[in-house]
């Protein structure tokens, strides 16, 4: 059983920095894609960064120069890296596996980790 588990959320001040983690577990098929969205009030889920097979990485705009996603593929663990944190970054955040399984995509989804920016 695939299992998704983030962790490291927080209030933190504008300009401060998190790391969000990510630990995956039952992870027995190929991996397509993992990453990070995160939700806001009233708003939708939006893609904050990804890894792409080939270890491609995609980051939204909103992020792009403060925000970096690596992994441990030995550990099965993602990590999000967020500096330079604006009141705008404050969401849930939510990890993501996208598996192969039966020749087709199957996504297994964290229970989410709040993080707020506020002074």
């Known amino acids: 059983q695939v299992q998704v588990v983030e962790s490291g959320g927080g209030l933190v001040q504008p300009g401060g920095s998190l790391r969000l983690s990510c630990a995956a577990s039952?992870?027995?098929?190929?991996?397509?894609?993992l990453g990070w969205y995160r939700q806001a009030p009233g708003k939708q889920r939006e893609l904050v960064a990804q890894?792409?097979?080939?270890?491609?990485?995609y980051y939204s705009d909103s992020v792009k120069g403060r925000f970096t996603i690596s992994r441990d593929v030995a550990k099965n663990m993602v990590y999000l890296q967020m500096n330079s944190l604006k009141p705008e970054d404050t969401a849930v955040y939510y990890c993501?596996?996208?598996?192969?399984?039966?020749?087709?995509?199957?996504?297994?989804w964290g229970q989410g980790t709040q993080v707020t920016i506020s002074s």
């Open positions: 993501y596996y996208d598996l192969w399984r039966n020749g087709g995509l199957r996504e297994y």
């Open positions: 039952g992870i027995t098929f190929s991996i397509n894609d």
């Open positions: 890894i792409i097979t080939g270890d491609t990485t």
